[in-house]
């Protein structure tokens, strides 16, 4: 993982993501899903412009089932933003930065 991303999995995901204070992106991928890999450098400048704010990462759903399955993922790539543990948003496929960085605004209002 590039820069400030951080690798969800499902051994991580309780203590990185549902225990976490504060702001949470997860982004669910696989390595062979053609968007997921077009919506990787937004993912990282996401990571880059909002580090010490907001905790951003992925989650292989190939690698990490159980996860995936919990969070009833069924379309590549989903993102999902979390507070304080809780999911708050879901955004299936992929958008322009702007639309994150609205999300993660509103976000680190809380």
């Known amino acids: 993982m590039a820069g400030n991303l951080i690798e969800f999995t499902d051994a991580n995901f309780q203590t990185e993501v549902l225990?976490?204070?504060?702001?949470?992106l997860v982004d669910f991928w696989a390595p062979w899903c053609g968007p997921c890999l077009k919506l990787t450098p937004t993912?990282?400048?996401l990571a880059s412009e909002y580090a010490g704010k907001v905790k951003?990462?992925?989650?292989?759903t190939d690698d990490n089932h159980k996860t995936a399955?919990?969070?009833?993922?069924?379309?590549?790539?989903?993102?999902?933003?979390?507070?304080?543990?809780?999911q708050v948003e879901k955004i299936v496929g992929t958008n322009a930065k702007e639309r994150y960085a609205k999300a993660f605004e509103a976000?680190?209002?809380k």
């Not at 399955?69 to 809780?86: Q, R």
């Open 19 to 24: 225990d976490a204070k504060g702001p949470v």
């Open 43 to 45: 993912i990282e400048a």
């Open 56 to 60: 951003v990462g992925k989650l292989n």
């Open 69 to 86: 399955a919990g969070f009833g993922i069924s379309s590549i790539p989903t993102v999902i933003l979390f507070h304080d543990g809780k």
């Open 107 to 109: 976000l680190i209002g």
